[in-house]
C-alpha cells in the first residue's frame, strides 16, 4: 500500500472509529456525520435512511460498540468492507456480536459511509439481520422532502 491508498485507508478507518466511538458515547450526531446525506442502515429485516438514525438510536441499548479492523476494497472514489462488531449491552453485560458489511464514497467532506448493513452471529450459527418484528424498533419512514 502507497500514497493514496493508504491515506485513503487511514481516512475510512478513522471514519469507522468515530462511528464506534461516538455509538458508544450515545453522541448521534458525530455518527450522522460519517454518512452520506442519503446514506442507509440495515438491521431488523428493514433499511433505514440517515434521517430514521436518530429515533432508530434512541430505542437501541446502550453499551460499547468494540470493532475490529476493517476489511477494505477501495476503487478510486468509492469501496466496499467489512468490519466485525462485539457490542456489550451498558446495563446487562450480555454481548451481541456480528459484522458490518459497507459501501463508502469519498464526498467533498472526505470519506463516508454510504451504506451500513448489520449482520448479527448467533449461537445456534445462523447469521441474519435481527428480527424483522421487534416491537421496540421504529419502522422506516419516507425520506423527507429537500
Known amino acids: 500500500m502507497v500514497g493514496r491508498e493508504l491515506s485513503d485507508t487511514i481516512e475510512i478507518e478513522q471514519l469507522l472509529a468515530r462511528y464506534a466511538v461516538h455509538m458508544t458515547k450515545d453522541d448521534i450526531e458525530p455518527v450522522i456525520d460519517v454518512f452520506t446525506p442519503d446514506g442507509t442502515y440495515s438491521a431488523f429485516g428493514s433499511v433505514y435512511g440517515i434521517h430514521d438514525f436518530p429515533r432508530l438510536v ?4 446502550k453499551g460499547l460498540y468494540l470493532t475490529g479492523t476493517p476489511l477494505l476494497e477501495l476503487d478510486g472514489d468509492s469501496g466496499t468492507g467489512c468490519q466485525p462488531l462485539c457490542f456489550v449491552d451498558q446495563s446487562t453485560h450480555d454481548m451481541r456480536i456480528g459484522y458490518y458489511t459497507d459501501t463508502y464514497r469519498r464526498t467533498e467532506q472526505g470519506w463516508r459511509l454510504a451504506t451500513r448493513s448489520m449482520t448479527f452471529l448467533r449461537r445456534s450459527g445462523a447469521r441474519d439481520s435481527g428480527r424483522p418484528h421487534d416491537p421496540d424498533r421504529p419502522e422506516p419512514t ?5
Do not use: L, V
Request: glycine share 0%.
Open 58 to 61: 434512541a430505542s437501541a441499548p
Open 142 to 146: 419516507p425520506k423527507p422532502a429537500t
